[in-house]
């Protein structure tokens, strides 16, 4: 049987405290017979003491390489590690706080090879916080009302989706739709994943493998997040002249009906009342929700208070998208994307 290579990218930039753990996990992890494996350290010119602690991994191991990403942004950091791989049989593409599991890499070979019409496979994802904040967040994003009907964070069966998080990719499939767009410095992994299907690949969530994830405890980063990751959606669907899911649609709606509710009043009390009296019910169930996931009864409100920082700030950031792109025509900025760093 011939040798079989398998190219891991790690985009990385000033993290110190979290790449040896990420590293090791990959090395850790079972291979299939007769697979060799190259893993690949894109730094974005970390001043954090991360290449030296990657200059330490290499000497336990060998096959583990640095690459400096001068650009700095994710995109190019992908591109980077593939192209430094070479032509290899499956890229796997892993965040520097990410822990895969052992068998992460040889189940998501082992769903390519049973089934060739998949062409992108990712696991599900546990979340790890630093602080009670981060705890708080995660609870919160592993709800469907936080984070939307069949987002891969909230799957709980294996199964075809249209994204996953911590992907493996067939290399021919680089080959067939070609490598990241690195104009887009959020929701590049939405863009090609959107590419995959448009071009009749298929992408399967698989429970079985599982990627814990070290979540940022802060409020203020998660809006700025969500923000961004709206204001980039629009640039998505622009470039490929179509919405990419349809539950993208519901923050920005959300945002537009709760600018409407004193509109409404300056009409007529009645549909005034009605407006507010919806909003009151998505007040309540958010607060449903948050009461049956919070693990302490005493949690519930701060639960409930991210899923209205997820959503508005998504939002927002969508109709901003939508005036910049859509209706100014304008490219991304350069503020744009400092903003993402």
């Given at each position: ?5 398998i190219t ?63 650009k ?22 892993v ?7 052992s ?6 070979v082992?769903?390519?090879?049973n ?7 990712g ?19 592993s ?13 709980s ?10 992907p ?45 994830y ?29 919405v ?17 509710i ?33 693990e ?46």
């Amino acid at each position: 049987m011939n040798e079989q290579k398998i190219t891991v990218v790690i985009p990385c930039r000033n993290e110190v405290a979290h790449i040896a753990a990420c590293v090791e996990s990959i090395f850790a992890c079972e291979l299939p017979e007769n697979f060799v494996m190259n893993v690949f350290v894109v730094d974005g010119k970390s001043n954090d003491g991360t290449v030296e602690e990657v200059e330490r991994l290499q000497q336990a191991y060998p096959s583990l390489q640095l690459v400096e990403n001068t650009k700095q942004l994710t995109p190019f950091a992908f591109n980077l590690g593939i192209y430094a791989g070479g032509k290899a049989d499956y890229v796997q593409i892993v965040g520097a706080r990410h822990i895969l599991s052992s068998n992460y890499l040889i189940r998501s070979v082992e769903a390519m090879q049973n089934d060739p019409g998949i062409w992108c496979v990712g696991g599900k994802v546990e979340n790890v916080f630093l602080n009670e904040t981060g705890r708080i967040i995660s609870v919160a994003m592993s709800s469907a009302f936080g984070m939307g009907l069949g987002n891969f964070r909230t799957l709980s069966e294996s199964g075809y989706t249209d994204t996953v998080g911590t992907p493996m990719y067939r290399y021919e499939v680089f080959e067939k739709i070609g490598f990241f767009d690195e104009l887009l410095i959020r929701n590049q992994d939405d863009d090609f994943n959107f590419r995959v299907t448009q071009a009749g690949g298929k992408i399967w969530f698989c429970k079985d493998i599982t990627i814990r994830y070290y979540v940022r405890g802060n409020i203020r980063n998660l809006w700025r997040q969500f923000y961004q990751y709206g204001y980039w959606k629009v640039f998505v669907n622009r470039k490929h002249g179509a919405v990419t899911t349809m539950r993208q649609l519901v923050p920005p709606a959300f945002v537009l009906f709760l600018i409407s509710i004193p509109l409404w009043f300056l009409v007529h009390c009645i549909p005034g009342l009605i407006a507010a009296g919806m909003f009151l019910l998505y007040c309540l169930l958010g607060m449903a929700v948050a009461f049956r996931i919070a693990e302490k009864k005493s949690e519930v409100f701060a639960v409930w208070f991210v899923f209205p920082v997820l959503h508005i700030s998504y939002g927002l950031g969508y109709l901003k998208g939508i005036l910049d792109f859509l209706v100014l025509r304008k490219q991304p900025s350069e503020h744009a994307g400092r903003l993402s760093r």
